[in-house]
């Protein structure tokens, strides 16, 4: 180990900007802290701690799916107007010969 004592006057220069409570500040939080863990649960806080979270994976996936439908939508209609181009067949003149290209 080193013999520099850099963290100790780092703590020391620290000091004055520590944030030390009240007492009657501390007295109040200590107090609501005891109270939240000595009160039970109620029915109600178990219900909304669990469907909080679930309600919220269920709108994801909703949203997921809704995305993923219209995009599916959206490739099968490109897909039938590439079709629908590519079943066309099309007369080329060149030099006064006709050409029919087809599939």
Do not use: C, H, K
Request: hydrophobic share 45%.
């Amino acid at each position: 180990m080193s013999e520099d004592r850099f963290f100790e006057r780092l703590r020391n220069d620290a000091a004055p900007l520590r944030y030390e409570p009240e007492p009657f500040a501390m007295t109040r939080l200590s107090a609501r802290i005891r109270e939240r863990i000595e009160t039970p649960p109620t029915i109600a806080g178990l219900l909304a701690a669990w469907f909080r979270p679930l309600g919220a994976a269920l709108a994801a996936v909703a949203l997921a799916a809704t995305i993923g439908i219209t995009v599916a939508n959206n490739r099968a209609e490109e897909v039938a107007v590439g079709n629908a181009y590519s079943s066309t067949n099309v007369d080329v003149s060149v030099a006064g010969d006709s050409y029919r290209v087809a599939d």
